[in-house]
T-cell receptor, first 114, second 112 residues
Framework: DVKVTQSSRYLVKRTGEKVFLECVQD?????MFWYRQDPGLGLRLIYF???????EKGDIPEGYSVSREKKERFSLILESASTNQTSMYLC?????????????FGPGTRLTVT | GENVEQHPSTLSVQEGDSAVIKCTYS??????FPWYKQELGKRPQLIID?????GEKKDQRIAVTLNKTAKHFSLHITETQPEDSAVYFC???????????FGKGTHLIIQP
């Protein structure tokens, strides 16, 4: 069974704080993704990574950065949190070879910025 | 980049009836089309997917059809049951560095 875990289910931060969201997968997947989910807007891709130390911008990268120092771990960083970054953040992973393949999602982190 | 439109945003059907959700995509290079189901408070999970070399795929009560010429694909659920109530997302993969683009979702409500 693929397991994708996220460091927190709920997080409350203040405007201007630096926020770290961490995602870990245990299936040796090459690809990892960060999405944000807002009502009526679906899932929007923030960043993704095909390999360690590699990253690609998604549709809404502004205000975010990412880090992938190890294959199993992909971090999303909000350099200076703002209220419009209040959202549900979902991490996902998938394998690559011969793909694309199913993306496995983590449970999500509901971030509130006050 | 890819743009995926999904309709309807809300669909209410009687238990036992069929439900159809439709999506269109913009990038003719897209070649992989998954459907995800998200129950309330849970993570999205893949229920069925189709690749561009196939026109239709079935898995028990669920089927997906793909029309590459018209650039649209649909999810069909027959004999709907209460546990089918959820939000369904379609998506399209353009390949390479484009990632997966999701539709905005359809809230399917099964009326008893």
């Amino acid at each position: 069974d693929v397991k994708v875990t996220q460091s927190s289910r709920y997080l409350v931060k203040r405007t201007g704080e630096k926020v770290f969201l961490e995602c870990v997968q245990d299936m040796d997947h090459e690809n990892m993704f960060w999405y944000r989910q807002d009502p009526g807007l679906g899932l929007r891709l923030i960043y993704f990574s095909y390999d360690v130390k590699m990253k690609e911008k998604g549709d809404i990268p502004e205000g975010y950065s990412v880090s992938r120092e190890k294959k199993e771990r992909f971090s999303l960083i909000l350099e200076s949190a703002s209220t419009n970054q209040t959202s549900m953040y979902l991490c996902a992973s998938s394998r690559t070879s011969g793909g694309p393949y199913e993306q496995y999602f983590g449970p999500g982190t509901r971030l509130t910025v006050t | 980049g890819e743009n995926v439109e999904q309709h309807p945003s809300t669909l209410s059907v009687q238990e036992g009836d069929s439900a159809v959700i439709k999506c269109t995509y913009s990038d003719s290079a897209s070649n992989y089309f998954p459907w995800y189901k998200q129950e309330l408070g849970k993570r999205p999970q893949l229920i069925i997917d189709i690749r561009s070399n196939v026109g239709e795929k079935k898995d028990q009560r669920i089927a997906v059809t793909l029309n590459k010429t018209a650039k649209h694909f649909s999810l069909h659920i027959t004999e709907t049951q209460p546990e089918d109530s959820a939000v369904y997302f379609c998506a399209a993969w353009g390949g390479g560095a484009d990632g997966l683009t999701f539709g905005k979702g359809t809230h399917l409500i099964i009326q008893p």
